[in-house]
Structure formats: C-alpha cells, structure tokens
C-alpha cells in the first residue's frame, strides 16, 4: 500500500523550515539547498525533507533527529534500507508531496500553470509535439499530464 502525504511549502513557510531543518542537514544536503538560485526552491526542497523525516520518524519510531536521508546517484532519496520503508519526495509551486510504501516508489506532481507549446519543438519527439498540438483546443491540463508522462518516461529510460 502506498501512503501519501503533503505539506505546505510557500515563501511564508520559510523561517518554519529553515528553522526546523537546515540544523539537521549534513553538509552536501547543505552544500545542495544552499545551491538553489531561487529562495522558493530552497523552501520546497527543505519542506520535502521536513515531511519525509515526519512520516519516517513515526513509522519506525525514531527520534526526528535519529533519520538521516541520503540521496543516490540519481538524487532520489533513500533511507537506511533494512527499514523495509521505500519513500519519494516532490515539490512543485507552494507543495511538497512524500509517497511511502513497503516496495519502490515513486511520487511526482505539477503545478498547473499555461504551458508555451512553442518550446516543445526543443523538449519532444515530432510525434509528442503533434499529439500535444492536437490537444491545443483542449484543457491546459491534457498538456501537462503529457509533458509529465513523457518527463517521467525519460527518468526511466
């Protein structure tokens, strides 16, 4: 079964994650949201961290301070992996979501914003900027859940 959890991660969070987290980051997670150009992004990486840490802490009964998250290769977060827990965080606009289960997992979301169908040419295929054009009458969101499968397909490939 996958559990999904969300928290609010907006500019007027800031000081509440910074607070609560940046004390608990090693210094390449430090190094990492220290990085980001944009404060808002630094907020919503922090927040996933924040909620990750809150739902592994009660599921394994640890001490918030006791979980430490390390990131693979990939980035993708991971915890001490004879827990038995899987976790994946995201964040776009003012959220920050974690998914958490007893096998892999994976959580993504989107912020539904217009899309400028004119740069696709530089991101897909011929074939997924037609699709996407065809869609142009359409909702904005068709376009989003395309451009979000594709990005997650290329993840994977």
Known sequence: MV???????GRMYEMFYFDRMYPYLNSE?????????????????????????????????LNFSEILIDHDENGK???NSSSGINFN???SGDWSVCAVSELPVGIDIEMVQPIDLSIAKDCFTENECK????????????????????????KVI
């Open 29 to 61: 997670r430090r190094e990492h949201i220290n990085s980001f150009l944009h404060a808002e992004d630094a907020i919503r990486s922090l927040a996933g961290d924040w909620l990750a840490r809150i739902v592994l802490s009660e599921k394994l009964h």
């Open 77 to 79: 977060p991971f915890y």
């Open 3 to 9: 559990e999904t959890y969300a928290t609010p991660a």
């Open 89 to 91: 965080i995201s964040h």
């Open 131 to 154: 699709t996407m054009n065809s869609f142009a009458d359409s909702t904005e969101q068709n376009n989003l859940i395309i451009s979000t499968i594709s990005g997650q397909l290329k």
